[in-house]
């Protein structure tokens, strides 16, 4: 007879309902699979009273947590309540019971990434938190196992859906920013408060777990340089389009000199690279490894069964382990790195000036350039009068020498505006 | 003390050069991330005279391949050789003595993967091929872990660098296929008989492989319908640019009332599709799951180091099982499946027909569509006089009924030469 493995859940909201309608629909495959029935015994939710549909019998449903954690009939935990407290201490409570863990929490993991690990080494259990990065993109997984041999030197990401899902409208129709962004509300690809994802916020929280899967180290939410898509304009669009270029929110993690550089923010991509074609609500997570070359790993971002599915792949895993009584690829942390401050970045900058129609304000703006050390690779005027504008593009400039750069230009009689400032990450990025 | 996983390796060639390289340049981080050191005891080559670089002993050298499979310094058997014979009998006598093999070779995979993953599961050991499909991309391994808790519908895959080098060239550059081919011989991305490449086998091989996983069953190689891109013209790609597609040699695996159906050929491809942008020698392969939804992994199809990065991932796994007496997960083929004839496929079809240049072709032409139960989704004239050609793409048609069709335009007075006949894809791939 197949070995049943008995599930407590924790949350069942959006991500919970996914795993348990999968692991009700692909019940028969998965045990043909692996060996072993899994069975949700127990749920933790905060509404008792809510209709969860066919996939779960109204007997496993409990409000308490920890009962959960702590219940015998339990053998593996899937955390998918969000947020630090209490999935922190419900996980950590788990795995000092010996019951392996696994999350979708992001934020936790994030935050609380290298505690969380070396709580698991300690007690000898798997932690697996496939379904916290790209939902239902395999990317832990192949970074941590498929990738074990071989030497990661950058990884870049479109990590937030609703961002790139802004950005393709805006790129595809022309349109503003505060225009798609309504519609995507009203369409609920956007949050109502959407700051999270606008401002960058989620996609550093996947950029930090990334960072410290590649690099072997410890990499948290608030080492990452953050910068939301807030300000970008159609007329950026434009530009960058016109010069052959795409605008991403990108997440960008790679080693310089020994320090881990880590970074979210819009920026201009060549329209050639792999990234530039993943549209809509998609993520993908690009990867540059010293033997393997570049890879890229594409899919849906979010979602009730797309990370749904992620999280029923770990379980699986994590279930095939148990039946074994061995243990999945953990977290290696063995180089400690510093954070790279971002004043010491260098790569291209696209600069959008308004400014007075009238002769020598070129001069003006290249001397203040100069004088800082950026050189300008390309420069136009855009408009007449009043709209005049000056679009720079300069070449390989030190962040810190650009931004004293764009103050002083703040400070030059015929520069009336300094509308725009985003990051140009041409075909060798920045580095 | 860091324990040994010893390794024997069956072949030196490309990729073997590639996985002693990478052994040795990441050594250390490999032992950090397993807590094993990976030590390449023995290789079996046919020139033991040449020099192997200084990632390889001389000492470790032999030209008997089964005294490496036997060798007990030998843990772990790494079959980077190829070819069905005589590799397919050391890996079964390996699995025997129940030592874990890791292998690249797609050949034998293809033909013979149910037999060994059979002999494998009696062994209890492990049986890793991520190699053997894609060269650096991850695919196996997420299609057998991360996937398996959802119900993969279909993969689409770009399995061919050769050929998407090719066709990469033709489209961007308008140039013909015996140019470009020539080109790539004397670049060395095409064997000077460039057969298995072009002509599909590469491809449906490694098609071949991922049906099976995809869908818990046995395809082998020569159930894989299989056309080259030899007669793909400048004008097929011509026309396919102007309705909006690329043409790309394209592994097709889809499972339509419980029977396979799965087929490498030249297709035309919506530009917005993922896989569109995929260029030069790249592959990429497209899995659609009923959870997870549409997810891509792209990466360097072959290579001395990518190939071997995939190999080492396999090692570094199949020791982490070793370590623990575990094994990792094995291949279900729990449903035994038919392979559905290529008649019964149901797509769009372009046509590119030699006609006359006169009054009457297209209500001729039409007449034998009609006639056949094909229906024209649109249709017109490029050229003149001697050169008029008459382009159809039709709505969705049955293979067979299109195959009858061409046969009867054959003999149309009017029509002088059936030119071309590709498939297209389109958003909804056939089914």
């Known amino acids: 007879?197949?070995?049943?493995?008995?599930?407590?859940?924790?949350?069942?909201?959006?991500?919970?309902?996914?795993?348990?309608?999968?692991?009700?629909?692909?019940?028969?495959?998965?045990?043909?699979?692996?060996?072993?029935?899994?069975?949700?015994?127990?749920?933790?939710?905060?509404?008792?009273?809510?209709?969860?549909?066919?996939?779960?019998?109204?007997?496993?449903?409990?409000?308490?947590?920890?009962?959960?954690?702590?219940?015998?009939?339990?053998?593996?935990?899937?955390?998918?309540?969000?947020?630090?407290?209490?999935?922190?201490?419900?996980?950590?409570?788990?795995?000092?019971l010996g019951k392996p863990v696994v999350t979708a929490n992001k934020e936790l993991v994030a935050h609380e990434g290298a505690e969380l690990y070396?709580?698991?080494?300690?007690?000898?259990?798997?932690?697996?938190?496939?379904?916290?990065v790209a939902g239902a993109i395999p990317i832990i997984k192949p970074m941590k196992e498929s990738l074990a041999g071989d030497h990661v030197q950058r990884v870049v990401g479109i990590l937030n859906g609703t961002t790139n899902y802004i950005l393709t409208r805006m790129t595809e129709e022309g349109a503003d920013y505060d225009e798609v962004l309504g519609d995507a509300q009203a369409l609920g690809y956007a949050e109502s408060d959407p700051t999270a994802d606008v401002g960058g916020h989620?996609?550093?929280?996947?950029?930090?777990?990334?960072a410290s899967l590649a690099f072997d180290t410890t990499v948290r939410q608030e080492d990452v340089f953050t910068a939301g898509i807030e300000s970008v304009t159609a007329t950026d669009i434009r530009v960058a389009d016109r010069l052959g270029y795409v605008i991403k929110l990108l997440g960008i993690a790679s080693v310089v000199d020994d320090r881990v550089g880590v970074r979210v923010h819009p920026?201009?991509?060549?329209?050639?690279h792999p990234l530039a074609a993943v549209r809509g609500s998609y993520n993908a997570v690009f990867v540059q490894a010293r033997a393997a070359g570049e890879l890229m790993f594409y899919g849906p971002g979010a979602g009730a069964e797309p990370t749904g599915s992620a999280v029923v792949g770990d379980v699986i895993d994590v279930a095939r382990n148990l039946l074994q009584t061995a243990r999945g690829a953990t977290e290696s942390q063995h180089r400690p790195m510093e954070i790279r401050p971002i004043e010491e970045l260098t790569t291209q900058y696209y600069v959008l000036l308004d400014v007075e129609d009238r002769a020598g304000v070129l001069a003006q703006v290249a001397t203040v350039l100069g004088d800082h050390d950026v050189s300008i690779a390309q420069v136009w005027q855009e408009g007449r009068g009043d709209s005049a504008q000056l679009v720079l593009v300069t070449h390989q400039a030190r962040e810190g020498n650009l931004r004293a750069t764009v103050d002083a230009l703040d400070g030059v009689s015929s520069v009336r505006n300094v509308a725009s400032v985003l990051r140009v990450e041409s075909e060798v990025f920045g580095s």
């Open 1 to 96: 007879m197949d070995r049943v493995i008995r599930l407590g859940m924790l949350g069942c909201g959006t991500v919970g309902g996914g795993v348990a309608t999968i692991l009700a629909r692909e019940a028969d495959d998965i045990t043909a699979r692996t060996g072993a029935k899994l069975e949700i015994t127990r749920v933790a939710v905060r509404d008792p009273g809510k209709d969860r549909g066919p996939a779960l019998a109204d007997s496993v449903v409990t409000t308490d947590p920890m009962e959960v954690v702590e219940a015998e009939d339990v053998d593996v935990v899937v955390e998918v309540m969000g947020g630090r407290r209490p999935a922190g201490d419900l996980i950590r409570r788990a795995l000092e």
């Open 118 to 132: 070396a709580a698991a080494r300690a007690a000898g259990v798997d932690l697996a938190y496939e379904a916290a």
């Open 202 to 210: 989620d996609a550093a929280a996947k950029c930090a777990i990334l």
């Open 267 to 272: 920026a201009f991509l060549p329209k050639t």
